[in-house]
């Protein structure tokens, strides 16, 4: 009898477990992945995993940002924008004769200073975080544009630290999972990330608890601005060379894209950091999958935006089928 | 009148809001294992008075007091340092966290430095045991809040305030919107309560049949004053519906 009561809880778990949006994106990446091969054996190769990780790192550092903003009902459009502004800022503290890794601390402190700011117009003039940093994405694009002229730049500094900064070929995926473990205990292991959660699952009651709204709102704010220069600095790095136009609004689509394919909820209140790293992982399959088979850009397009469509429908009915979630 | 055992009382409270009287001069009190229901049309000034004893409110006039001694109730965290605790409808819990979560928010145990992270495993626990202490009975503290029915949210929002040090509780309309057996639940709940005896309740109800099966004192507010007051045994639905029928026709004729 209790044998079987223990079966039946193991097979429930285990049910509950796959009812998980992260679960049902796992096996579709795993699909993809003995679909890519079987069409092309050159798809799991040293090579091929390398430039996978390479482009699943920058969404997913930028997802885990993203999601914590999400789940307390906000966003950042301009993100992609701190991207590119951050390696310039680097570079103009660098020439000025600060050494390279002050010079990247200094650059980040200055994006947290815009996630402060982006923050602050937010909630102390109580203009929606979509409309504060769509003004921020035009602002920044600008300021990057006049620091550099318009013209890409070089990185500078030693081989050691362009090679912790992203010149590695695998810096920048191991920065992402240092990112993801650490954003995962934030979200799941501490109050910040609980209060976050109850801030978009119910405000009211969050604000009846007396939890500090906007001090936790505002953090988040900071953090994601951060990690997106955080983000750009690895990019500039592991490229060598720093492009005005880098990140922008496609870098962070494919970071919200990866949180929400991850059952990240956009009205708030759910969302994991797990989900966020493997919609990312199957974005980059996607994307990688499809080069290879000879499938133009144009077509990636169609193919990710089937795919948001497709992972939101079926987390909203597996939210259902759990019989929880936000209704 | 001054009982030994009086949790709460307030003396002739008057609140304007611009040039809406909605209190004008009401006084209640209550006595530790005592439940009063405050009941009323919509706004006959019952949440008003509520709001007072929240601290959400601050009356223009009148005084009240917590255990005999005058208190300015100037923030909801004031009162609540008082031990006042408020459980309002469906507005307490996140439907998205666990049961547990939920007991514990914002009073979150941690443990751990110099990071300190939730203590999952004791607030478990102690939420199992708050949860039987009161006698109430959910699948697992683990499940999120939202897959729970109204009821059992309701009463995991009441064992909450209790379990944290609640000894006056405030129900706004804890019956409304419930099923007949979502209702008991909720009314075993405040009669394990008030058989621990250190608890005051005041609980604001829209039906008279449920409020004095439940309150050992009732009390019907209609614009703004306090105009029946009684022992649950010595009225009945029928006296109650009668007082605010001839408030009606008054009302009508004047």
Redesign the interface.
Known sequence: MAEGAAGTTLTSRAFGLLLRPEASVVVVSVALVLYFQFANAYFVSTANVQTLSQFVAAPVIIACGEIMLLICREIDLSVGQVFALAPFLMENINDVGVPEPLAIVAALAVCALIGLMIGLITIGLRVPSFITTLGMLFLITGLTLTISRGYPANTAGGPVLTGIMGAWAYSEIVWALAIVAVMHVLLRHTRWGLHTVAIGGNLLAAAEAGIAINRIKIGNFVLTSTLGGLTGLLEAFRVGSIDPLAGGSNIMFLGVASGVIGGTAIAGGAGTIIGGLVGGIMLGILQDGFTLQGINAFTFDIVIGAAILIAMIANIHLARLRGGGPQ | MSEAKEAIRAENLVKNFGRITALNGASMHVARGETLGILGDNGAGKSTLLKILTGFHQPDSGQVFVDGRPVRLAS??EARALGIECV?QD???????SVY?NLF????L?WGWP????D?RTMRRRAIEALAEVGIVVPSVD??V??LSGGQRQAIAVARAVSSQARILLLDEPLAAMGAREAQLIIRLIERLKARGDIAIVMIAHNYAQTLEICDRVMLVQHGEVTFESTAAATSPAELLEIVRREYRALRAG
């Open positions: 909801v965290d309002y507005l307490a819990l996140v439907n998205g966290l979560h928010l914002n009073r979150e941690l990071v300190r992270f939730l999952h499940i999120e939202g897959a």
